[in-house]
């Protein structure tokens, strides 16, 4: 499929959604921000989950929520404090934009997270993504969400080539993300999707044979599995030398 292409049929994503949705009930990992979706949850985690792994965030989401366990106490903290709790995590920036926005939804939403897609979308630190990901998870909201996990899961099961990094391509990956949440329940929808891309469809290794699409994936079908998604080609490295000198007095 090229971007210049229609979307794939209804009856396609239908039996996409229909695959995955059980595959996620069954396999789901027990996360604990699932336990209790409540938009800070999911916000705290999806900010935390950004460049890095799960394993490596749980411990210090949970330390986090202790220090601070909703809204109000975060944005009551000083950055120091919020730095402190992040200490460890790395990129840092992440911490300061969740302080931002917990102090944002104080000034103007009465502490509430607010529900409007526009207003989440203003708030610091908040891009399409993330947005989706909270409304459709914590809020119900038809709200699709396209990250690096979901885009090699459609690229590969609708077999969409193109550099993804394009924004035709990107543009037509919205619009398909869009389909697959207007039916079902969409936080449940998002959530397989993102699963099945971390534990299934991974980047190099799919575990193909076990895959629930395995009968309707446009990739394995095509044998484009190792080819898909598209990615922009990478910059050449560069080799540096640096003298470091060290006095001790």
């Known amino acids: 499929m090229s971007p210049d292409l229609p979307l794939p049929a209804p009856e396609a994503v239908s039996a996409y959604r229909s695959a995955l949705v059980p595959w996620f009930r069954e396999n789901a990992r027990d996360l604990p921000w699932r336990r209790d979706p409540t938009p800070y949850h999911i916000w705290v985690s999806e900010i935390m989950l950004q460049q890095t792994q799960v394993g490596t965030v749980l411990p210090f989401y949970e330390r986090f929520l202790r220090r601070f366990p909703g809204i109000d106490a975060l944005a009551a903290a000083s950055e120091e404090e919020v730095l402190e709790a992040w200490s460890g995590l790395g990129y840092y920036r992440r911490a300061r934009m969740l302080l931002a926005g917990a102090r944002e939804i104080v000034r103007r939403h009465a502490g509430e997270f607010p529900a409007d897609p526009d207003a989440v979308l203003a708030l610091p630190g908040i891009g399409r993504y993330t947005a989706g990901a909270i409304l459709s998870i914590a809020g119900g909201r038809r709200a ?11 690229t590969r099961a609708f077999g969409i080539r193109g550099d993804v990094s394009k924004a035709a391509v990107s543009r037509l990956l919205w619009r398909v993300a869009e389909q697959v949440v207007a039916q079902g329940e969409p936080g449940e929808v998002n959530q397989a999707q993102m699963e099945f891309g971390a534990l299934v469809c991974r980047p190099v290794g799919p575990e193909c044979v076990a895959c629930p699409l395995e ?31 060290l006095v001790r007095r």
């Open 144 to 154: 699709p969400i396209l990250d690096g996990n979901v885009t090699r899961v459609l």
């Open 215 to 245: 009968r309707t994936c446009a990739a394995r079908r095509e044998n484009l599995t190792e080819a898909l998604p598209e990615l922009p080609p990478r910059r050449p490295t560069v080799a540096l030398t640096r003298v470091v000198l």
